[in-house]
């Protein structure tokens, strides 16, 4: 087969990746690009056809698992109101159970705290531990381990 036509499989099943993002065609396509380059350096049609199946299982036994995973993991950096979880915040006005105002990363936020019978006075440092809609849930900093 001329190295051509395998050019022509390789862009046609990247195609196919491009529109179904399953990993499948992509790989193929590199194996059909391998196929090409063994094509192209005068290996017959049996190499070319060993060097487009080694290609493939390579690729789709040990690169596709692992690519996989990674993309099904949990983004390193952290957006919006995710990004202030963990952040240390000041008091600005009495935080209780069921209202109060914080200021964290230069934006106030309301607030409740952590532990229902807490009063956070004004001035007080409090780490937010998790966002409930547009409110900040904090809990005292000296009072942390």
């Known amino acids: 087969m ?13 195609a196919a990746e491009f529109f179904t993002l399953t990993l499948v065609f992509g790989l193929l396509a590199g194996a059909a690009l391998v196929a090409a380059v063994v094509a192209g350096v005068g290996i017959g049609l049996l190499g070319q056809l060993v060097a487009l199946g080694l290609t493939a299982v390579v690729g789709l036994a040990l ?16 957006e919006g109101s995710d990004a202030l979880i963990g952040k240390r915040a000041e008091v600005v006005q009495e935080v209780t159970a069921t209202h109060g105002l914080i200021k964290v990363s230069g934006e106030e936020w309301t607030a409740r705290t952590l532990d229902e019978s ?10 937010v ?7 900040a849930v904090v809990y ?6």
């Open 2 to 14: 001329p190295w051509f036509a395998w050019l022509l499989a390789a862009a046609a099943l990247g």
């Open 63 to 78: 690169v596709r698992p692992v690519a996989l995973r990674q993309m099904a993991g949990t983004p390193l950096t952290r």
């Open 118 to 127: 807490q009063v956070i006075p004004v001035g007080a440092l409090v780490d």
């Open 129 to 135: 531990m998790e966002i409930e809609g547009a409110t």
């Open 140 to 145: 005292p900093r000296e009072l942390l381990p």
